[in-house]
């Protein structure tokens, strides 16, 4: 069996978390998930705290019970490592908003979450914070007989753009490597980097591709060392790959779940 890259230890927190600060803080959540609260402003983009169909390896930095108030619930797309209707659930009684593409606000709805649903290229606020819907390439459903009922469309899965006071964080969503756009943004100031070598991610090659567009900008791991999937390549990146390919490669950041990450701009030390 092939071996498996786990995240470090969980650091648990709690409300403190969610306080007003003078800053940005982005915690990883393991999956895909990470709680950002930019100057008291909150949001989790991708939250799976509980109810997800396969094992996993970590412990979750925090229970949905624990989250006092979030601002909003980002969401990239309908797959269940991503939008986690057991989550998103627990979590409606403190959550104002819900924001993602159309097809997945519907779907959301449908769930008894009042949503918002997004074209690419979209902008909405979630307090001081601005957010722009960005494209992504995960239509994998089209090449998997049986998969679902539906034809999926491009603009069914996004990435979001966020602007806040201290920094632009971008978080590209899971995406097949679209050169022409994710090569040829601006420079973030952090990025929720997905490394998985799978042919509907950016894959290896396509990932350090990114990363290596911006040779400036911290790199947050994550869709890694969560799941209990040896043989399932979307949740077995593995960080020591990254090191003799990533162009300055101390900006990579090997996050425990729940460890505080402070959001500079990218030409101060992370």
Request: aromatic share 8%; with cysteine; proline share 11%.
């Amino acid at each position: 069996m092939p071996q498996q890259a786990k995240a470090p230890p969980t650091q648990p927190f709690g409300a403190d978390a969610f306080a007003p600060s003078d800053d940005t803080i982005l915690r990883w959540l393991g999956m895909a998930g990470f709680l950002i609260n930019s100057r008291g402003t909150t949001m989790m983009i991708d939250p799976v705290l509980g109810g997800f169909d396969m094992p996993v390896m970590i412990e979750m930095p925090v229970a949905a019970a624990e989250v006092p108030h979030l601002d909003a619930v980002l969401v990239t797309h309908s797959d269940n490592d991503h939008y986690s209707v057991p989550t998103c659930r627990d979590l409606a009684k403190v959550t104002d908003a819900h924001q993602s593409t159309r097809y997945v606000a519907g779907l959301m709805t449908e769930h008894g979450l009042p949503a918002h649903g997004h074209d690419i290229g979209d902008h909405f606020t979630v307090g001081a914070v601005r957010v722009q819907v960005t494209p992504a390439d995960h239509a994998w459903q089209n090449e998997s007989p049986g998969a679902a009922t539906r034809v999926f469309r491009p603009e069914d899965a996004c990435g979001f753009w966020i602007t806040t006071p201290d920094g632009v964080i971008w978080a590209p969503g899971d995406s097949r490597l679209v050169p022409e756009h994710h090569l040829t943004r601006p420079a973030p100031d952090a990025l929720l980097f997905d490394f998985s070598d799978s042919d509907w991610h950016f894959g290896l090659a396509g990932a350090v591709r990114m990363a290596n567009a911006y040779p400036g900008t911290p790199l947050l791991l994550h869709h890694w060392g969560s799941v209990d999937a040896p043989d399932f390549p979307p949740f077995n990146g593995n960080p020591q790959d990254l090191y003799d390919l990533v162009e300055n490669p101390r900006r990579i950041h090997v996050l425990a779940p729940g460890r505080p990450y402070r959001l500079h701009h990218s030409s101060a030390p992370a």
